[in-house]
């Protein structure tokens, strides 16, 4: 069966302990052997390689044939039809910021030469949900029936709450998102 890579381009300054805990949710999407992380430092290596397949190599210099890179700024929508084509799928490793800095466009979709670009949807998904979301259309889903919330709410305690603006899937009725990330928001927010 014909595989197909999930590449996450790191393009932060560090490894924020946001970004791991992303990674670590997509590695239990679509699991650690269909996916690659490039661009990393190697002092950071070591805390990847449980998730994937680590490479301090960026994207951008490795000449993938037949690839996509996912680009909230492209006017095309991706299909199941092609995204199972795609021998390789690229995602910018960058948090989310609003209102959004286009950086995909600026920092990742220029440099990766021959490369298809497709978006899903004009809102901006974090990677994670980029993730799945894609998952779910290389799996015979339409974009247009999954479900989706944009903006949500993370209750810290009793009086506090963090917005999130971007766009989340909803799966078994709940926004999806890492337990781990939301034990992580209500840490930092209760010091
Ligand atoms: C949090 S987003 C980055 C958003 C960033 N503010 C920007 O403007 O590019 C992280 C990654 O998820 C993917 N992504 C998120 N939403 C997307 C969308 N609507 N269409 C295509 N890709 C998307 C892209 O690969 C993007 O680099």
Redesign the pocket.
Known sequence: MKKTIYIIEH?EPELFEWCLIEYEHISETIGKENLWFTNIKPSDAKKLEKFGKVFLESVKNMKLSNAC??????DKT?TSSETNSFDYL????????YP??????EE?TPFIKNAEI??????????D???YTVKQIENGKKLQDLKFKNGISIEINEFESVELP??YNIRDKKPFMSAKLIRYLKKKKSF
């Open positions: 393009l890179v996912l680009d909230p700024e492209c991706l690229i995602f910018g490793g960058i948090l989310g910021d959004p800095r286009k950086r995909t466009q990742l497709r978006n899903i949807g004009k809102e901006q998904m974090s990677t949900n980029a993730v971007y766009l």
